[in-house]
């Protein structure tokens, strides 16, 4: 079966970067992309961006442009999301999901970022 | 950027009520819009694409319709476990994506 495994929680200082990875399996992963998207504390989800995994295509919203980096290990299977100059307003849960342009049935647990001085 | 009005925020009804829910578009974006819902503390699930089409698995209770700017999400008759926060969601001609506000579905 499908699973995205993402990694654990993190806290970051403002100004810091954090990078959260995402574990694809049961799929061959070159065949779809991955999506990213947030949520805040008690908040709606906002769509980041996502990556091709069989050209490494990117396309982030324009909001984080700058700031966010997608990229693929096609030999781990794994996706990563960084987002550098962190700030407070960065705190939220971050999915990554099967699928591109729009996240599919398949999605990891959430990583929870924290952005606190 | 395309905009999603998604109405309303927050609804109550009674198990085996219709619940509806719509979500109106900035600008035309074709059929380009799915539906999702979110559990408390979980993932969203892909419920309805591309405007009308039922994801695998999904029960048939569930249902989408709409194209251009004006979307609806009817839920024919609520269960206990269709307590969550629904999203609209529509991507563009540049594959961009934005959510709508989310509606909440509690049980009166």
């Known amino acids: 079966q499908v699973q995205l495994v993402q990694s654990g929680a993190e806290v970051k200082k403002p100004g810091a970067s954090v990078k959260v990875s995402c574990k694809a399996s049961?799929?061959?992963?070159?065949?779809?992309?991955i999506s990213w998207v947030r949520q805040a504390p008690g908040q709606g989800l906002e769509w980041m961006g996502w990556?091709?995994?069989?050209?490494?295509?990117?396309n982030y919203a324009q909001k984080l442009q700058g700031r966010v980096t997608m990229t693929t290990d096609t030999s781990t299977s794994t996706a990563y999301m960084e987002l550098r100059s962190l700030r407070s307003d960065d705190t939220a849960v971050y999915y990554c999901?099967?699928?591109?342009?729009?996240?599919?049935?398949?999605w990891g647990q959430g990583t929870l970022v924290t952005v606190s001085s | 950027d395309i905009q999603m009005t998604q109405s309303p925020s927050s609804l109550s009804a009674s198990v085996g009520d219709r619940v509806t829910i719509t979500c109106q578009a900035s600008?035309?974006?074709?059929?380009?819009l799915n539906w999702y819902q979110q559990k408390p503390g979980k993932a969203p699930k892909l419920l309805i694409y591309?405007?009308?089409n039922l994801e695998t698995g999904v029960p048939s209770r569930f249902s989408g319709s709409g194209s251009g700017t004006d979307f609806t999400f009817t839920i024919s008759s609520l269960q206990p476990e269709d307590i969550a926060t629904y999203y609209c969601?529509?991507?563009?001609?540049?594959?961009?994506?934005?959510f709508g506000g989310g509606t909440k579905v509690e049980i009166k």
């Open positions: 990556i091709s995994a069989y050209n490494g295509n990117t």
């Open positions: 049961g799929y061959t992963f070159t065949s779809y992309g």
């Open positions: 969601q529509q991507y563009d001609n540049l594959l961009r994506l934005t």
């Open positions: 999901a099967r699928g591109s342009p729009y996240p599919g049935r398949d």
């Open positions: 591309d405007a009308s």
């Open positions: 600008q035309d974006i074709s059929n380009y």
